[in-house]
């Protein structure tokens, strides 16, 4: 009986041998990082019609029905082509944190206090211009470095400060045109050309610094803060989402949140990496 039970033990340690643990967690944890990149996005929907036909090809071949089973197989081969296309957004966006710093985390985020502090210069610039109608475009630089539109436009390199934005963007003012890139507290560059959106479900009202915020936002981590020209409603656009019509409050809100979420991911992240550490 010991020698059943020793030998039934030899054969699981053989089968679930450490390179297979190994495996099994390299690959969890792909598609872990895959849904937390499509989660709020298109792709969401492409891979639920993608299940549809999957479940729908399965239940034909089962139940015998060749003809259907035949056509489904087609869409879907032709589905397995056209998916880098489709996803191409999402598969740049993934490459891009690879790159950035998942692996290689830059220590780019600010201490709580200086945080807030810019926070509240930037909100009150912010809502000075919207006061008075003063069209802006503002980006926030994260993780994922801007340096080549910051080199589109002209180096500044100063102290984040309200008195400094309201300039900047005062009508007939050399740099009032273009976006302004923030990074950490500090004005990096101002009249810089940023790319647009090409998703073509925009709402067709928004100009160029809306579009510009949100091609910024697909291709980057940053946050963009928009003042409209026209009406001087205050938005807000991240991972290529766009939030208008924003008073004070709620932009200080939710600057004051994605800021502090993306210290809390930084600082688990390192944590992670420090031996020892457990969850």
């Known amino acids: ?145 801007l340096k080549d539109w910051s080199e589109s436009g002209v180096a500044v390199d100063a102290q984040l400060t309200s008195e400094l934005l309201i300039n900047i963007f005062e009508p007939n003012t050399p740099l009032h045109d273009g976006a302004v890139i923030l990074r950490a507290n500090r004005v990096r560059a101002a009249s810089c050309y940023l790319p647009l959106t090409d998703n073509p479900e925009v709402n067709i009202e928004l100009g160029s610094r809306h579009r510009a915020a949100l091609g910024i936002t697909e291709q980057s981590d940053a946050v963009a803060i928009v003042v409209s020209e026209e009406t001087g409603a205050i938005s807000m656009a991240v991972e290529g989402t766009l939030t208008r019509y924003l008073d004070e409050k709620n932009l200080k809100q939710r600057l004051e949140t994605f800021l502090q979420t993306r210290q809390q991911e930084h600082s688990l992240f390192s944590r992670r990496w420090q031996p020892g550490w457990k969850e």
């Open 1 to 145: 009986m010991w020698e059943t039970i020793a030998g039934l033990y030899e054969s699981v340690r053989t089968l679930i041998s450490p390179v297979l643990l190994l495996d099994l967690a390299i690959i969890g944890l792909l598609f872990y990082r895959v849904l937390l990149l499509i989660r709020g996005t298109r792709a969401v929907q492409l891979l639920k019609g993608l299940a549809v036909l999957v479940i729908a090809s399965v239940i034909s071949q089962w139940v015998g029905l060749q003809l259907t089973s035949w056509l489904l197989s087609q869409v879907m081969t032709v589905g397995l082509v056209a998916l880098p296309i489709i996803f191409y957004p999402e598969l740049r966006r993934a490459l891009e944190q690879l790159g950035r710093g998942r692996l290689f985390p830059k220590a780019s985020l600010l201490p709580p206090q200086e945080r807030a502090q810019a926070i509240s210069h930037l909100v009150r610039a912010v809502v000075n211009l919207a006061e008075r109608r003063v069209g802006a475009l503002i980006i926030w630089e994260q993780e994922t470095g």
